[in-house]
């Protein structure tokens, strides 16, 4: 697991060299200067939320609620966090609903106009079932999950600072225990504030 959250850093940290080795290539004029210093200040105008929303009723039920809050911290690189919580009732075979939460941490570095990387580690917190043999019963217990999700998107502007975003996502740390199967389609919106 540790390894994991290495190589995300890893990624994260040689974006963030590879863009800040290419500004000091240039020849720093007066304005550039300025330019640059105002880069560096942290502005509202950077900041971006969003997220999704995933709704399915029926025999199996599932509400997805998973905002999150982003900043640009260079044209083309960005970073930040969300939150997750998800609803899932299946009347399949018998009467199981769960809640399913969590959080993530993602960066996201535009590579052309509309296409981007997305690299991402989510853990999510659900409710496992383990037969007993020796009751023949179910014993139900809560564990915590890692994902570590890797892939790209295509970005398009709605007008504006609002984008929505098409993901096709792979998740490295497949488990016994993953709720997703591989890869996963994400479709999510950006607004810029």
Do not use: C
Request: aromatic share 20%; hydrophobic share 35%.
């Amino acid at each position: 697991m540790t390894k994991l959250l290495y190589l995300l850093f890893l990624i994260h940290f040689i974006f963030a060299t590879n863009n800040s080795w290419s500004q000091e290539n240039v020849i720093d004029t007066k304005e550039n200067q300025e330019k640059n210093e105002n880069n560096n200040k942290f502005s509202w105008d950077k900041v971006y939320m969003g997220g999704g929303l995933g709704l399915q009723f029926g025999t199996i039920t599932l509400i997805d609620i998973s905002p999150i809050v982003g900043y640009r911290i260079s044209e083309n690189l960005s970073a930040g966090f969300g939150i997750s919580y998800k609803y899932f009732s299946d009347n399949r075979y018998a009467d199981y609903n769960s809640h399913i939460y969590g959080g993530n941490v993602f960066s996201r570095y535009q590579f052309l106009e509309n296409i981007f990387g997305h690299i991402e580690y989510e853990a999510l917190n659900a409710e496992y079932f383990e037969l007993t043999t020796s009751s023949y019963t179910a014993n139900n217990y809560r564990k915590y999950v890692g994902y570590l999700w890797i892939g790209g998107g295509y970005t398009q502007r709605m007008g504006g600072n609002s984008f929505i975003n098409f993901m096709l996502l792979y998740n490295l740390n497949e488990s016994l225990y993953s709720l997703y199967p591989n890869p996963i389609y994400r479709v999510g919106f950006n607004f810029g504030l």
